[in-house]
């Protein structure tokens, strides 16, 4: 009966992004399947106006969704018939945008606003709603694709109450020989990324101390250092050392002297 496709921005869809001239009208063609009357084609005219590049990571923007869509003059015919001076209701939308990582299912429900009904001929309703916010993981080409409609819809008399017809629910599938592409997009890698992580312990931005820089211990002159002194840091100078080891050993020389005469003095009153 009446409807509309989906994507179609007049803000722009998915965010930011840049921005490209109004594209044509893309047609897609159902089939709808109406309470009584059956089958019936639903032609509908699809508009995206929005960037044709969004970023990894950033959450699009919300973006109002319009179309339009027309059916024939058997549901014009049937809605007169049953004393329908106007019709409205909504228009839940099935889509897909196929992403580098992965299809990501999109759900909407559009608002078909209270329209007139013709006397005769076909019927064309507008429809509006928004798309929901997305967010990319990955870089790369991505595609858009219209799937199922079902509509809900509620004819009005002129008094603005229902008609005898009641409310009207029709599922609308897309006929074959398409595939419900509508536009394609591209997702690009964040130009102002995150900057290379920092080494162990380093502040972020600060570049890792280098060997004999002020503030750090060179490996080579503590490392000797801390070998000889028990991990104290302090290693006394080799002329020290040695100077030391000769006081040690004359004394001893001495002391070993002195007890070994005085060893001989005490066996000989022994004797």
């Known amino acids: 009966m009446v409807t509309a496709a989906t994507l179609v921005g007049s803000g722009g869809f998915l965010g930011a992004g840049s921005a490209v001239a109004d594209p044509a009208p893309r047609t897609l063609k159902y089939t709808c399947s109406f309470p009584l009357i059956g089958g019936e084609r639903m032609t509908a005219s699809v508009v995206w106006t929005a960037p044709d590049t969004h970023v990894v990571g950033q959450a699009t923007s919300r973006s109002p969704v319009r179309a339009s869509a027309t059916v024939g003059s058997n549901v014009t015919r049937i809605l007169r018939f049953a004393g329908a001076a106007t ?3 909504t228009a839940d939308v099935s889509a897909v945008v196929a992403a580098p990582q992965g299809d990501i299912p999109v ?18 309703v507008p429809a509006i709603g928004t798309l929901p916010s ?4 990955e870089p790369g ?13 509620v004819p009005r008399g002129t008094d603005g109450d229902e008609t005898r017809a009641g409310k009207v ?8 020989g398409q595939d419900g592409f509508l536009a394609p997009f591209t997702v690009e890698r964040d130009a102002s990324g995150p900057a290379a992580p920092a080494a162990p312990g380093t502040p972020s931005g600060a570049p890792p101390a280098q060997p004999g820089a002020p503030g750090t211990a060179s490996p080579a ?5 801390a070998s000889e002194s028990g991990g104290t840091g302090f290693a006394a100078p080799p ?7 000769a006081v040690v050993g004359v004394g001893a020389a001495v002391f070993g002297g002195v007890w070994w005469s005085r060893r001989r003095r005490a066996e000989d009153r022994d004797g």
Not at 107 to 124: N, Y
Not at 221 to 225: E, H, L, Y
């Open 87 to 89: 019709v409205e209701g």
């Open 221 to 225: 002159a503590t490392s000797p250092a």
């Open 141 to 153: 080409s991505a595609k858009i694709f219209v799937g199922e409609i079902h509509l809900h819809l």
């Open 107 to 124: 759900d909407m429900r559009l608002k078909v606003p209270r329209s007139e009904v013709p006397g005769s001929g076909p019927l064309t």
């Open 134 to 137: 997305l967010v990319f993981s």
């Open 169 to 176: 629910d029709a599922p609308c599938d897309l006929d074959s």
């Open 239 to 245: 002329r020290a050392v040695a100077a030391v080891a």
